[in-house]
């Protein structure tokens, strides 16, 4: 038998779970979109974008930390400007391990994750809005 602790437990993990693919599927539909206006950016198709948000969603819990702190001094010589280098680095990484996303180079990965950033803080506020309602 399932007490109601238990039950609650097993509730919150199945919402964090939902919540893990709606942002995953939202960074999908972002990186669609940035992809079709953003020269030099190319996705094959809508199951490849959920692909790379997910590599996106790994290499950013994952390489990102390590990246920070090996180039600790740079960031802080830059004022946190670094990050955004790390940023770009970690698009051209999604692009090497994902099949059907292609970016052309730096400094379009540097923009890409500038305008995914925006986006992504964007619909992730337009949902969370709504879900306190």
């Not at 939202?26 to 979109?33: D, H, R, S, Y």
Request: cysteine-free.
């Amino acid at each position: 038998m399932i007490n109601s602790e238990q039950h609650v437990t097993h509730k919150k993990n199945k919402y964090i779970h939902m919540k893990l693919i709606f942002r995953i599927l939202l960074t999908a539909l972002a990186v669609v979109v940035i992809a079709n206006f953003l020269p030099g950016v190319q996705i094959t198709n809508f199951t490849n974008a959920i692909i790379v948000a997910a590599v996106l969603g790994l290499l950013r819990i994952t390489v990102k930390p390590l990246m920070i702190i090996f180039t600790l001094p740079a960031t802080i010589f830059t004022l946190g400007l670094f990050l955004l280098v790390i940023n770009a680095v970690i698009i051209l990484l999604a692009d090497y391990f994902v099949d059907g996303f292609a970016v052309t180079g730096f400094w379009i990965a540097l923009i890409f994750s500038l305008l995914l950033s925006l986006f992504q803080s964007f619909l992730y506020s337009i949902f969370e809005r709504k879900e306190r309602k």
